[in-house]
């Protein structure tokens, strides 16, 4: 197992994840005997972080990995949990939570604690002092009860940047949607970087992208394979490894197979070649770059309409690609319906102006048909 030194623990690569444990068939139950064969597994196996949340698995994640873990030292792993700040009828409840967060978990501490999935739904929820979210967890770090305190986060850069300088001096790491997908097409790599301007290392949550990247098509299959002579998957973590800033990455493994296979590439520290980097950022171009929009934001001074477009074309782009998903019912649920792809009015003063001839009506048009 490789390992990455954090302050002064030595972390495995690998986190193992637990939003996506085993369930017994024909059931949404977590199937408890897997997930304790499995967590054995991974600790004689080398990793030794283990990541959960309140709300994973209807609630009964923490419970599950709490039993899991239960028969093993407590110094022979490190285990975090988060604030369930997504869900806004939460805020104010934080010592209640926590409190139950650790019976759940049957710990004394969690060695990681973050703050979860700052995104445009809560940012300003989090940045209310009222609700005192991230002043408790400060408080509750200097009691020992959090040994290291750090955020997740779904946003895009601009609120990603507003909750750092509110509260990055409190931020010790910071996990991130990282892939050769969203390494652009979510702007990760300028959170790297700013990150790093602040010497906050990256932790990395979906690195094959919920399974997206595990399945293929097979011209996706043959691009990949023109990249590294390694399978998909692999090649999928080998692009992560490339990156000196990310010292853990988490993956949902939901079998023993998958642990196994993940395990076998985190025994040996083999990340992309520059030119190797650039071919799968390639590739996830490719896959993701169904309108070319290029943001210069031409369009948005002649909209009568007051519309965001690069960023509806954004959202546009990811619903196509992942069918989906939260990313783009969240941002669009902070929006008034005058500002929805629906309000368009479809006067083409944008298109007109437009470098890349993107027939901006139609696609809006489109995009509310995919929305209902």
């Known amino acids: 197992m490789i390992y990455k030194g954090f302050k002064d623990k030595s972390l495995s690569a690998l986190g193992l994840g637990t939003m996506r444990l085993?369930?017994?068939?024909?059931?949404?139950?977590?199937?408890?005997?897997?997930?304790?064969?499995?967590?054995?597994?991974?600790?004689?196996?080398?990793?030794?972080?283990?990541?959960t949340a309140w709300g994973y698995h209807g609630g009964m994640?923490?419970?599950?990995?709490?039993?899991?873990?239960?028969?093993?030292?407590?110094?022979?792993?490190?285990?975090?949990?988060?604030?369930?700040?997504?869900?806004?009828?939460?805020?104010?409840?934080?010592?209640?939570?926590?409190?139950?967060?650790?019976?759940?978990?049957?710990?004394?501490?969690?060695?990681?604690?973050?703050?979860?999935?700052?995104?445009e739904a809560n940012i300003e929820y989090y940045l209310d002092k009222s609700y005192q979210t991230v002043e408790y967890l400060v408080n509750e770090k200097k009691k020992g009860r959090i040994k290291h305190l750090g955020f997740s986060t779904h946003a895009d850069f601009t609120n990603f940047k507003r909750f750092l300088d509110e509260y990055g001096d409190d931020m010790?790491?910071?996990?991130?949607?990282?892939?050769?997908?969203?390494?652009?097409?979510?702007?990760?790599?300028?959170?790297?970087?700013?990150?790093?301007?602040?010497?906050?290392?990256?932790?990395?949550?979906?690195?094959?992208?919920?399974g997206r990247l595990s399945k293929l098509s097979e011209n996706e299959l043959y691009d990949i394979s023109k990249i590294r002579n390694e399978n998909h998957i692999a090649t999928a973590f080998r692009f992560i490894q490339a990156i000196p800033e990310v010292i853990v990455t988490l993956s949902g493994m939901s079998n023993m197979k998958q642990l196994k296979e993940n395990i076998e590439i985190f025994n040996e520290e083999k990340p992309l070649s520059k030119a190797e980097f650039v071919?799968?950022?390639?590739?996830?171009?490719?896959?993701?770059?169904?309108?070319?929009?290029?943001?210069?934001?031409?369009?948005?001074?002649y909209c009568p309409m007051g519309l965001d477009i690069p960023k509806l074309i954004s959202l546009y782009n990811e619903k196509v690609f992942s069918g989906g998903g939260f990313i783009v019912s969240m941002n669009l649920n902070t929006l008034p319906k005058d500002k929805l792809p629906s309000a368009c009015i479809a006067c083409k003063a944008c298109q007109a102006v437009c470098p890349q001839s993107i027939e901006i009506p139609n696609i809006f048009k489109d995009f509310t048909e995919r929305l209902k």
């Not at 369930?23 to 283990?50: C, H, P, R």
């Not at 599950?64 to 805020?91: E, V």
């Not at 300028?190 to 690195?207: F, N």
């Not at 071919?279 to 001074?301: D, F, H, I, N």
Request: charged letters at 25%; one cysteine or more; hydrophobic letters at 35%.
């Open 22 to 51: 085993p369930l017994i068939e024909g059931t949404q139950e977590i199937d408890q005997k897997s997930v304790n064969e499995m967590v054995d597994f991974a600790i004689e196996n080398g990793i030794n972080y283990f990541d």
């Open 279 to 301: 071919q799968a950022l390639a590739l996830g171009k490719k896959m993701t770059q169904c309108v070319p929009c290029t943001s210069c934001r031409y369009c948005t001074e």
């Open 172 to 210: 010790e790491f910071c996990q991130i949607q990282l892939n050769y997908i969203d390494y652009e097409f979510q702007d990760a790599k300028a959170k790297i970087e700013y990150l790093t301007s602040l010497g906050i290392p990256v932790w990395v949550m979906e690195p094959i992208r919920g």
């Open 61 to 119: 994640s923490e419970i599950a990995i709490g039993k899991a873990l239960k028969g093993h030292k407590r110094d022979s792993f490190y285990l975090a949990t988060k604030f369930p700040g997504y869900d806004i009828s939460n805020m104010g409840k934080t010592p209640e939570i926590f409190e139950k967060q650790l019976e759940k978990c049957q710990v004394e501490y969690f060695d990681f604690y973050l703050v979860h999935n700052v995104c």
